[in-house]
Structure formats: structure tokens, C-alpha cells
């Protein structure tokens, strides 16, 4: 069973460039690691003058995308946290970033000090991080990239080893 560990907060609070870092800091280890990315908008991964996107526009509920290196399946209906991660290969680590109502361990990134408050009744929180010099006593201080980092290795360290 993967170990799960989801990343919040508000837009631009730096979710992404955390979820990079701690990829890279599990593959640095060996860690096998999938990500999940929940869109709370409307989102496209394929676009207007495509084949694939004539076959959705025509009615297929399915698509799928496919080379030698990589392939996308395309479905035209919404998924939940739990239904995503079963579609998911055998991982070490899965990073989800969003769903916050969900369960599993959280790292909550912060803007504003307001923010603490909007999102302290999510699930299982583990650590609220700021890229914010500002609030360091509020929250661990990940805002240069030695921190951000050192940040991403102490989480591997204290979920998988």
C-alpha cells in the first residue's frame, strides 16, 4: 500500500513547486511516486483541431491518447480522490495536490495568516508550510530554495523511512 500524502491551500500558495520538490526528493531515494492533480475548474487535456478531440466531440466517452513512451485516457465523467488513486501503479509515495476534504496526511501551505484559520478543519493536517518570511512562527518557513528542499527531504524521511 502507498503511503499518501496530500498538499492544500488556496490558489498560488506554491502547491505545485512543493509537489516538485517532493518528487524529486523521492526519486532522489528510489521512491516509486504518482501525483494526482485536482482541478476544482474546468480543465482540457486535449484541445480544438485535434483527432482526439473530434472523437469527444463527436461522442465517445472514452479516448485514449497513446505512443511508445506514454498514453492518456480521457473519460467523460468526474472521478473522486479514492477512484483516482486505484487507477494509480504500484507506487511508494502518492502526492495528491487539492481534494482538500480529503483524508489522508496533510501539508497545508499558507499565504496569509487568515489562511491557518480557513483550513484548519481539513483532515489529518501534518504541517502548515509558508513561503512568507512574514510567518515563520505560524507556519515552517519553505521560501528559498535550501529550505524548500530540506523541507521535501524531511517529509520523505519521516513517511517512508
Known sequence: MATILQIIGFKNSGKTTLLNAL?????????????????????????????????????????????????????????????????????????????????????????????IEQLKNSKAIHKIATYHSELQQDAVFIGNEEKLHQFAEMIIKEFLQ
Open 23 to 115: 518528487i524529486k526528493a523521492s526519486r532522489k531515494e528510489n521512491y516509486t511516486v504518482s501525483a494526482i492533480k485536482h482541478d476544482a475548474h474546468d480543465f482540457s487535456v486535449d484541445h480544438e483541431k485535434t483527432d482526439s478531440y473530434s472523437f469527444q466531440e463527436s461522442g465517445a466517452e472514452a479516448v485514449i491518447i497513446a505512443n511508445s513512451r506514454q498514453y492518456a485516457v480521457i473519460e467523460q465523467n468526474g472521478i473522486d480522490l479514492k477512484t483516482a488513486i486505484q487507477k494509480l501503479p504500484k507506487s511508494d509515495i502518492i502526492l495528491v495536490e487539492g481534494y482538500k476534504q480529503g483524508p489522508f496526511p496533510k501539508i497545508i501551505l499558507i499565504r496569509e495568516k487568515a489562511e
